[in-house]
């Protein structure tokens, strides 16, 4: 069997034929339940409120991820994750921004790697909503580099495991 590549690209450009619901500049999505756990680990993702992030269907059910980095694996890997789901079936992602603790848009989100923050998988994608939040970060933490929503791949996503 064949399969075709997913890319972030792909998503974002599907994504983008949905509207958010955005208010004042944050999402609203709906907050984890003590109850759910993360799609890609298992881990209950309320313990970890700071570092939330969310998937929420046109149908306006929501999954929920103890972080940046297990949201973009799903993300990459949705028949495995997320089997009869689509990437035009999405309406909303959020992240959790690092210093504002807001719930801000995925795809607009500046994500730095390497930095010396911890989430609660180890090395993170740390989300900020603007690229000076995310350059003062590194001042104070570090870091690599900072991406955006469609430049994160699976290869950098395996890098922040080990």
């Not at 599907?14 to 298992?42: H, I, N, W």
């Not at 689509?86 to 390497?114: E, F, H, M, P």
Request: charged share 20%.
């Amino acid at each position: 069997m064949h399969r075709h590549p997913v890319t972030l690209a792909g998503v974002f450009l599907a994504l983008c034929l949905t509207t958010p619901l955005l208010l004042a500049g944050t999402l609203e999505v709906p907050d984890p339940e003590p109850t759910d756990t993360c799609p890609v680990c298992g881990m209950f993702v309320a313990k970890y409120p700071e570092w939330a992030a969310t998937v929420v269907y046109q149908d306006e059910h929501a999954h929920h991820f103890d972080g940046a980095k297990d949201l973009f694996k799903y993300l990459l890997d949705l028949p495995k994750y997320a089997p009869g789901h689509t990437a035009a079936d999405i309406s909303a992602i959020a992240v959790t921004d690092y210093y504002d603790l807001a719930r801000i848009d995925a795809r607009s989100a500046y994500y730095v790697i390497g930095s010396d923050v911890l989430g609660p998988m180890g090395h993170e994608l740390v989300p900020h909503p603007s690229e000076a939040d995310a350059r003062d970060f590194m001042a104070d933490h570090g870091g690599d580099a900072v991406v955006r929503f469609d430049q994160v791949t699976t290869e950098l996503l395996d890098q922040l495991d080990k």
